[in-house]
């Protein structure tokens, strides 16, 4: 098992330098709380196509779905964990927060979902 506790620690250390910050934070579980409609510890497909009700909502939704729930083929929920992995993943990926920040603030707006 060697081999599996050097690839955690370089999992770890890459994860660690990609720091969501207070102000992203706020913002994302502000977006989560919305799309969660019941309050639950999920978000359903239901639950993202009624936050996403527009023109773009049918394809917002999958793409969101595919986005975040990579490896879990036709997966139909979103759990917070997932949700916040997702997001430490983008910002792990060399986006800055306020990129983040205003695409976000987009999709809260009534923007589609951005597929990143």
Do not use: H
Request: proline share 1%.
């Amino acid at each position: 098992g060697g081999g599996g506790g050097v690839g955690g620690f370089f999992w770890r250390r890459r994860r660690s330098q990609a720091r969501i910050g207070p102000e992203l934070k706020a913002k994302l579980d502000e977006m989560w709380d919305k799309l969660n409609e019941n309050g639950d510890a999920v978000v359903t497909k239901q639950e993202a196509s009624d936050f996403f009700d527009n023109k773009f909502g049918k394809l917002s939704v999958e793409v969101m779905f595919g986005d975040i729930c990579t490896g879990a083929q036709g997966a139909d929920e979103i759990t917070k964990d997932l949700w916040d992995d997702f997001w430490t993943q983008v910002k792990g990926s060399g986006y800055e927060d306020s990129q983040i920040m205003e695409e976000v603030e987009n999709m809260m707006a009534g923007q589609a979902w951005v597929d990143w």
